[in-house]
């Protein structure tokens, strides 16, 4: 018996370490979970607000510029329209480029004709 002396000790702080580890692996993968969530968010909550104001273009009279207002719903999300008129002035090219948090998220393209 005395030469046990001190093994409860040690078996403690083994199983302690390994509930650490196990905590910390546990806890950074929700951590990267939670961030994939978020991009993924971002992304759809994009293309939703792109695919609507590529069709509300669509819907509006030709024109060289485009004066495009981000819904309500999109608190945060800014978009930048761009025309570029192809085929003397038949043909358009819309670019829709979606930001949120100052960084581009989605942008999709479209063409637009005069006729």
């Known amino acids: 018996m005395k030469s046990e ?4 000790l040690i078996e403690v702080m083994v199983a302690m370490a390994l509930l650490g580890i196990i905590g910390v692996a546990l806890l ?10 978020i991009t993924a ?23 060289t510029d485009y004066d495009i207002e981000v819904p309500p719903e999109f608190n945060g999300y800014s978009i930048d329209v761009t ?16 930001e949120h948090r100052g960084k581009v998220v989605l942008t999709l393209e479209t063409y637009k004709s005069n006729r």
């Open 28 to 37: 950074s993968g929700t951590a990267t979970t939670s961030t994939a969530r």
């Open 41 to 63: 968010d971002e992304r759809s909550a994009s293309k939703i607000l792109a695919e609507s104001v590529i069709e509300e273009i669509k819907n509006l009279d030709y024109a």
């Open 5 to 8: 002396k001190g093994v409860m």
């Open 83 to 98: 025309v570029q008129n192809i085929m003397t002035n038949n043909l358009q090219r819309i670019n829709a480029a979606i």
